[in-house]
């Protein structure tokens, strides 16, 4: 019957089919899908520049970034863009090889916790049982104790850590809560009628989870994912401020350490200061922005309400 | 009150694996943690400084078992240790101080920028796409995404060093006295504390207000709050008792992981503003590989964190009917 | 808001003299992203005192919407377009917030769907009868309260229960709560928005003869809104159907159940079982309530109507057309009817 495919009208407010006219572009179903949305688009085209900045870093501010090559703390000039720290040394070249290894950091430690979050949170939530009790305390035991702190407590054990050590602190103790939101997400699907029917037809579990379950919570994962980077690249930042970096390294968080040790502020460089933090701060605006792209994508509703008011 | 016991028997046991944790990981890392404290300090520690070290950590001789139970008995007898770096002194000693600056700077301001922020979310929710909606929301995203010691340089870059309008370092006039009951010593603490306490507020209101927000915006559609509109009772009485005292409630739930990331942050505020308290302890601890007063302040800041929780769930339960 | 004149022509009224309540070409609109969906279309209706007006229809059809335009709590995307909703000689769609905020409770209150969500969960029972007392009238809390312990003790609460928290009473209880709060202050009328769809049968039963039983004590109006007209014809003295947002048939209940003249108001019989009538096949309707983006042209109803009129019915819009001195019907096989006769 031809009525029956017609959309059925219960309230105003459900999600509304977009109507949006198709991008000339062959691109996946799901960048159109992103493209579509203007804060989405806004972050990636932020995090793409970076992107750039990184891949091309040895291109765009070629030397070494810890040599010097002017008298300490110029002024942002035509030489230096960004100016000089106490050894001479150029910010602009620091920042730009420094968005290299914060990009590696971030991301890279921001993959290994989404993959501890999925095993610890899908298995407490599939399992069930003594496994999920045991597994749900120690993620709230690990959700409330004060995160930084243990950090920088473990990091000070460490002689001299290096990215690798950093990555590895900051992993072991950073998953819980994208653990505990896929935790009861796993929850709701493992309940559902889908699950359900590909149990009784005798699925192995594994591939339950894996084709079934994990499937299903896609963009959970994405913006748990994304979450972590943006709190990865602003406690590695911390971490390298307060000394418990490699101090040779570069990244945006030392030279904000350098900044502080050599007193940059008493001085008045801000120059040394001001780029690395607005940096950090452009970084974690474009992810968050990215999150709140997804969220509307996958929640609709908040969109509906706002453009429609009067 | 089974609500409050249960809540209670996790902060024991949380705080029983903060303690355990402090056990092992010094243990963890690679190699000996004796001979790493030993390669640390080499000929810079006094021999006795050394034996306490390890008494503290229970590296005394046996098995594994015996050093946790040693470890805990010293624990619970409150001893701590001596500090490495102002030897002989207790650590509990050093730590007394800067626990009390502590509590009075991130305890207040914690509390203010809670306060002012679900204020802030209420009214921004009451009036959507208003003054405060349009203003402070997209203040408060910007001013989230600068971590929380770039905005403690920034404003004492300006506010201390360029207009000069507070002192910059301390918790007080160090030519001063400490004396509470001295007028001109309190209004010293009171100039010194202000940045970063401002600071901590800027940085921590942001996030009460917009999680308060979107429970408001959903608060507000509900069924209850349409009827209290219609019986005819005042907006003031429907925003309050109606609407945010409902709202506040899941933001009260996710007080745990908010706290733990804005204590964090304003530790390490102390350590731009050198302002002597906890954050600025434990970083001095750990430059200066003091690890009996690193441990004792992580154990105490922990300690710390789980007890407002507990009071945050006392306010949880002062609320909501149904957790009683 | 525009107030348009009714046209006396096509308003089926209910008894002679003035109406307690009257709406007429009421019009609400949802403005969504894919457009603007009139939700009610031309509604017009009396309710006169102490009468009882069912109105029933699938859901989407528009029966809570007008509801809540009766009480003026729509919320955006909902905006009243056109029409007027008198109470008595006094306009409701023109009152101020002040005026809204006196008015409303005293002389009209309303019933949710769900007792759960329309009670607060964190206040008793008690004080939420209170504070609607103490928002109208000037008494004190312990008299209000003394009115509270009344008002639950005519619903079937033991007073005992006026400190008790929503969640500490049983779903039947916590509706009685709330028809206690809509009480409060004697209103003349009470609209029922699915008061006890959320309930089982039985308490479900309890509930409507309850709810007579007051209304027969107090002599309120009530309009009351439900998907199910089984209920409705044993209770209510007069039945609205709705189709996607106009009102296909209106009339007496008896006359409604004996002599159903909109094809869609036959279906609706057909598919709900009576429980003291004979066995009959239940037949669901086919096909789905229309989209109301792009509603179907001429008769809405005609896409899933089995006697409808080729040619015509996809063309030309029914009016509402008397039957009977209180029957109204929108459809075109009246006249077909009355020109076989």
């Not at chain 1, 899908?122 to 069930?128: A, E, K, Q």
């Not at chain 3, 202050?185 to 007579?212: C, F, G, S, W, Y």
């Not at chain 3, 007496?252 to 019989?269: A, C, G, K, W």
Request: some cysteine.
């Amino acid at each position: 019957m031809g009525q029956e495919k017609q959309i059925r009208m219960t309230t105003a407010l459900e999600p509304a089919k977009t109507t949006r006219s198709e991008p000339r572009l062959a691109l996946p179903g799901w960048m159109r899908t992103i493209l579509g949305n203007r804060k989405a688009t806004i972050g990636l085209l932020i995090l793409l520049m970076f992107l750039l900045v990184a891949i091309f870093a040895p291109v765009i501010a070629p030397g070494e970034p810890n040599k010097m090559v002017g008298r300490p703390h110029e002024r942002p000039s035509a030489e230096h863009i960004f100016g000089t720290s106490r050894q001479g040394q150029d910010i602009f070249t620091q920042i730009v090889q420094g968005t290299r290894s914060s990009l590696i950091v971030g991301f890279g430690t921001g993959t290994i916790i989404i993959f501890l979050c999925i095993i610890i949170g899908v298995t407490s939530g599939f399992v069930g049982g003594v496994v999920d009790e045991v597994l749900s305390l120690i993620t709230n035991v690990f959700l409330i104790l004060p995160g930084l702190p243990l950090i920088i407590v473990v990091a000070g054990w460490v002689e001299q850590p290096g990215p690798a050590t950093v990555m590895l602190v900051l992993s072991l103790t950073s998953w819980a809560f994208g653990a505990r939101v896929l935790r009861s997400q796993t929850l709701v699907l493992r309940n559902s009628d889908f699950v359900a029917a590909a149990r009784t037809s005798g699925e192995p579990t594994w591939r339950i989870v894996l084709f079934e379950i994990l499937p299903n919570m896609t963009s959970l994962v994405a913006s748990s994912w994304i979450g972590a980077v943006i709190f990865v690249i602003l406690t590695e930042a911390t971490l390298s401020f307060v000394g418990l970096g490699n101090p040779n390294a570069v990244t945006w968080g030392t030279t904000l350490y350098w900044a502080q040790n050599n007193q940059a502020l008493l001085t008045g460089a801000w120059w040394t200061f001001v780029p690395p933090g607005v940096c950090i701060a452009l970084i974690g605006f474009a992810l968050t922005m990215i999150n709140y792209g997804i969220d509307e994508i996958t929640n609709p509703r908040l969109t509906v309400e706002k453009s429609e008011k009067e | 009150m089974r609500f409050l016991f249960r809540r209670l028997t996790f902060y024991i046991v949380a705080a029983f694996a903060a303690i355990t944790l402090n056990f092992f990981i010094p243990r963890m890392m690679v190699g000996d943690p004796v001979q790493l404290m030993f390669a640390q300090f080499q000929g810079r520690l006094d021999p006795r400084a050394m034996e306490s070290l390890k008494e503290t950590f229970g590296f005394v001789q046996g098995p594994l078992l015996q050093q946790y139970i040693t470890y805990l008995t010293n624990l619970f007898q409150g001893n701590f240790g001596l500090s490495v770096s102002s030897f002989p002194v207790p650590v509990i000693e050093l730590i007394g101080p800067s626990l009390a600056w502590t509590v009075r700077l991130i305890g207040f301001s914690t509390i203010l920028a809670f306060i002012i922020g679900t204020i802030l979310g209420v009214f921004a929710a009451w009036r959507r796409g208003g003054g405060i909606d349009n203003i402070f929301l997209p203040i408060a995203s910007v001013v989230g995404a600068f971590p929380f010691f770039w905005i403690a340089m920034v404003v004492l870059y300006l506010f201390g060093l360029v207009w000069k309008w507070f002192p910059i370092g301390h918790a007080y006039d160090v030519s001063m006295q400490v004396d509470w009951g001295n007028p001109t010593f309190l209004s010293s603490v009171v100039q010194h504390s202000l940045m970063p306490l401002c600071t901590i507020i800027i940085t921590a209101i942001g996030g009460w207000m917009l999680g308060m927000r979107n429970n408001m915006i959903g608060v507000l559609s509900q069924d209850y709050v349409t009827m209290a509109q219609a019986k005819g009772l005042s907006d003031r009485r429907v925003m309050l008792v109606y609407a945010a005292r409902n709202a506040i409630l899941p933001s009260l739930t996710g007080f745990a992981m908010s706290l733990g990331f804005v204590v964090g942050g304003a530790l390490v505020v102390e350590l731009v503003f050198a302002y002597p308290g906890m954050g600025y302890t434990l970083l001095r601890a750990v430059q200066g590989r003091d690890y009996p007063l690193m441990q004792a302040v992580f154990l105490v800041i922990t300690l710390a964190v789980l007890a407002a929780n507990f009071a945050a769930d006392i306010m949880y339960v002062l609320l909501d009917p149904r957790a009683r | 808001m525009s107030a348009i004149s009714p046209s006396a022509a096509k308003t089926p009224e209910s008894t002679s003299g003035q109406p307690l309540l009257s709406v007429r070409n009421l019009e609400v609109e949802y403005r969504t992203k894919r457009g603007r969906v009139k939700a009610v279309d031309h509604v017009s209706f009396d309710i006169s005192t102490n009468e009882v007006l069912g109105l029933a229809g699938e859901s989407g059809c528009g029966k809570s919407t007008i509801a809540h335009a009766v009480t003026r709590i729509l919320k955006p995307p909902a905006y009243i377009t056109g029409g007027q909703i008198m109470f008595k000689s006094t306009d409701i769609l023109g009152m101020s917030d002040d005026e809204l905020r006196a008015f409303r409770w005293e002389h009209l209150s309303i019933v949710f769907q769900s007792a759960m969500n329309a009670l607060n969960p964190v206040l008793s029972v008690g004080a939420q009868i209170i504070d609607a007392i103490q928002a109208h009238m000037p008494v004190s809390k312990d008299e209000a309260r003394a009115r509270a312990l009344e008002l639950l003790d005519v619903v079937g609460i033991h007073s005992n229960r006026v400190d008790s928290y929503p969640h500490q009473l049983s779903g039947g209880m916590r509706q009685r709560a709330v028809i206690a709060i809509a009480l409060a202050l004697n209103p003349e009328m009470i609209i029922m928005d699915e008061p006890t769809t959320a309930l089982d049968v039985v308490v479900q039963k309890q509930i409507i003869q309850e709810i007579r039983q007051l209304k027969d004590k107090f002599g309120f109006s009530i309009l009351f809104i439900t998907h199910d007209l089984s209920l409705l014809v044993e209770f209510s003295d007069r039945i609205g159907i709705m189709y996607a947002g106009e009102l296909a048939e209106i009339g007496p209940s008896r006359e409604i159940f004996d002599n159903p003249q909109h094809p869609y108001t036959v279906r609706l019989m057909n598919s709900f079982p009576t429980i003291s009538g004979p066995r009959i096949e239940l037949k669901g309707i086919p096909g789905s309530p229309p989209d109301l983006v792009t509603p179907p042209s001429g008769c809405r109803f005609h896409p899933r109507c089995d006697v409808a009129i080729a040619g015509r019915c996809q063309e030309e819009h029914p009016e509402l057309q008397q039957t009977s001195p209180r029957h109204f019907a929108a459809c075109h096989l009246i006249d077909e009817r009355k020109g076989n006769s």
